[in-house]
């Protein structure tokens, strides 16, 4: 079974431009949340999204939106670019929203903004 | 606020000894807590969890510790491997189902010297 797959792996972009993240979760997941990982702040929880729905969100500024399609797979998009959205972000799913799952991770997008 | 928080920023151990990871939390409500591994260029992944209900887990070379009122948590790799090294966070939850939200700390570099 094929892990969570993000793409692209690395994206270079300038202040003031919008930006696209993809994350297509492990068959038959039907969770998707998407996390901000820098070295000063760690793990940041963005939002959740089970089928089609947000369904959690973190502290984070409306430039920051997501979508889920009818195939689970996710996008995440953040506008207005700023130097401070430098950071990897990584995607996870889980197959349902009960019980104590697990998230399994992918290996993010590596963004960078100049 | 950082309600979950790991205060070693690395950590160094020979081979064969007993790796502690430390993390405390601030949040009385954290029900479960979850242990993740990461390499560098990949996503974290799971390593073991505890329920607030119990106060030891165990699996394999790897144990978590959980004292409540001290809000205190702890993972012990017994032997430690060169394999371990890695990043590991601590994560924590409030509730389950539609609110899976994992609150991270920010990581303890481990490090097993050979």
């Known amino acids: 079974k094929a892990g969570v797959t993000q793409t692209p792996r690395y994206l270079i972009k300038t202040r003031g431009q919008q930006v696209t993240l993809s994350c297509s979760p492990i068959?038959?997941?039907?969770?998707v949340s998407w996390y901000q990982q820098t070295p000063g702040q760690g793990l940041q929880f963005l939002f959740e999204?089970?089928?089609?729905?947000?369904?959690n969100k973190g502290n984070f500024p409306g430039r920051f939106s997501g979508r889920q399609f009818s195939n689970s797979r996710s996008e995440m998009n953040v506008s207005t670019l700023e130097l401070g959205d430098s950071a990897l972000y990584l995607c996870?799913?889980?197959?349902?929203?009960?019980?104590?799952?697990?998230?399994?991770f992918g290996s993010g997008t590596q963004l960078s903004v100049l | 606020d950082q309600q979950v928080k790991q205060n070693s920023p690395s950590l160094s151990v020979q081979e064969g000894r007993i790796s502690i990871l430390n993390c405390d939390y601030t949040?009385?409500?954290?029900?479960?807590f979850l242990w993740y591994k990461k390499y560098p260029a990949e996503g974290p992944t799971f390593l073991i969890s505890i329920s607030s209900i119990k106060d030891k887990n165990e699996d394999g070379r790897f144990t978590v510790f959980l004292n409540k009122s001290a809000k205190h948590l702890s993972l012990h790799i017994v032997p430690s491997q060169p394999g371990d090294s890695a990043v590991y966070f601590c994560a924590a939850r409030v509730g389950g189902g539609s609110n899976y939200k994992l609150t991270f700390g920010k990581g303890t570099l481990l490090t097993v010297n050979p």
């Open positions: 999204y089970f089928s089609e729905t947000q369904r």
């Open positions: 996870a799913s889980r197959q349902t929203l009960q019980g104590d799952e697990k998230l399994f």
């Open positions: 068959s038959g997941h039907r969770s």
């Open positions: 949040n009385s409500m954290f029900d479960y």
